[in-house]
Every structure is written in C-alpha cells, then in structure tokens.
C-alpha cells in the first residue's frame, strides 16, 4: 500500500548577519534574501526517497509562513515532492513554536481528512531559532508518536516504521506505529540538487494558501497571540578585540616575547 508524507519546511534568512533593530531590541529580517531551512533539506530528501521506494506514495511539503514562503514550497517540488501547501495570513506572524506547531498539526488534520497521512518529517531544527521542538510539538497535538535525531529509516509501512534514532552514547532502535512525527538528522541522507523535470512542475504547481480560518483556528490560537513564550531582546554577540601581534627581528625573539606574554598573562 502506498505511503503519504508529509514534510514541514520553513523559509528562513540565508545571512548570518542579521541586525538588530536598536529600538525594540528584535531581529530585522524583513528584505533580507531565504531560502529553504538547510536542516529541512535533508527531510524533504528523506521524503523524496520514501516516497520511491514504496511505488505509488506521494509527498507533500507544507510550510507556514508569508505569501513568499511559497518559494520554499515550489525548491522542494523541484527536489521531487508532488504538492505544497503554504499556510499564511497576517495572523500567523510573531508566532514561537508552540503557535506554529499548533498551526502545522491543523493543516496535517486537514490534509489527513482528504487523505491520510502516514508520516511527517521534519528537520532536526532551523537555522533562525534553532529550538528543534517544532517536530515533537505537533506531534503532541496531534496525539501521534514522535521520534527525533532519527539518522536512518530502516524499514516502514502503512502501520509502522523502524528508525534507528542517533543518541550520545549510540544508536536506538525504534518501531514507530503509524502516523508519526518524525525528525532528521543531517546523516540520513544527502539531499540532491533539483532536477530540470523538476523545475518545470514547480513552476505549474498550484499551492492552496490556508488561513487560520480554513484550519478551524481563531487568530488569538496562532501568531504572537497564540505564542507561549516571547523575545524580550536580542542582541548582535559583542565583536572581538584585536589581537596582539608579537614583534621581533627573528624567530627566536618572536618565541622569547610570546613565552614572556603568555607567562605574564599566567596562561604557562
């Protein structure tokens, strides 16, 4: 029997320098250049390789976010998932991750209700927040069974799934019935670059944009108003002074001065 996944991506910035706006103590992040989570490559991935080794399964990508999250829906069709859906309005905004697991769990109800889903993967965290609860959270709601770190599927299908889970001290073996939330690691596969086919279905595809309304939710469940914690201030990490350059005719006295600073700093 075939398989559908579902695989839950997020659209975030591409830079590492993102600034702080002086006034409110937040990230600006408006205008600046995303792209697909480069952890939830590895799920979308996953996804595309599940989905060809059980003949006749499909995937789809799903993401909340805004109007141009899509581009993230359309990268991971071009990776080989057959459908997006984006999950957008401004009453999504501000949400932390109880707000937008809580949204994601609505959509995958909605998406099992048309045809059920036997499994969701996620990335093992994102690059902007980095809490890497999101996956276990909407599995929560959903009631469904979870696992994280999952570095290898061994074996799965329409009522369960045996995953290897990566820990400290070695690797667990678990069998997950199904449905599930599942979250990736980055050794469980390597992702591939979109093909031309691809591309060209990503261009045709139609996304369905869901409200909170569509989902059966009430703006005050999701965004900033649905959100159980909240960003107080955020701040750029201090720069680094300059180093101390150690001066000398030759490399012996170069040595001498080092060994005499590190023992006045009480570092020998």
């Known amino acids: 029997m075939a398989l559908h996944i579902v695989v839950c991506v997020k659209s975030t ?10 006034a409110t103590g937040q990230p600006k992040t408006a205008g600046l250049p995303t792209a697909i989570n480069p ?41 080989g998932c057959d459908a997006g859906v984006l999950v957008s309005g401004p009453e999504f905004e501000g949400g932390d991750s109880f707000a937008t697991s809580l949204a994601l769990s609505a959509a995958i109800k909605k998406l099992h209700a048309e045809k059920p889903v ?18 276990v959270q909407t599995a929560a709601w959903l009631d469904w069974p979870s696992a994280t770190a ?3 599927i061994e074996a799965i299908d329409p009522s369960s799934a045996t995953v290897q889970r990566a ?23 390597e992702p591939r670059l979109p093909s031309l086919k691809g591309k060209m279905a990503s261009k045709k595809a139609v996304l369905p944009k869901w409200t909170a309304a569509d989902l059966g939710l009430q703006p005050a469940q999701v965004g900033a108003a649905g959100a ?11 720069s680094r002074p300059a180093g101390v350059k150690v001066e000398g005719a030759t490399s012996a006295e170069k040595a001498k001065k080092l060994v005499d600073i590190l023992f006045e700093r009480k570092l020998i």
């Open 13 to 22: 910035p591409t830079s590492v320098n993102v600034p702080v706006d002086p």
């Open 39 to 79: 952890y939830d490559e590895y799920a979308v991935e996953e996804a595309v390789r599940l989905k060809e080794r059980v003949p006749g399964s499909s995937a789809t990508v799903l993401t909340v976010g805004a109007d141009s999250a899509a581009d993230v829906l359309r990268e991971a069709i071009a990776r």
């Open 118 to 135: 036997h499994l969701v993967l996620f990335g093992k965290n994102t690059n902007d927040v980095g809490a890497g609860v999101v996956g």
């Open 150 to 152: 999952v570095k290898k």
């Open 167 to 189: 820990m400290e001290d070695g690797t667990d073996v678990l069998k997950l019935a199904l449905p599930a939330c599942v979250a990736t690691v980055k050794e469980i596969n």
């Open 228 to 238: 159980a914690t909240a960003i107080a201030k955020a701040a750029l990490p201090p």
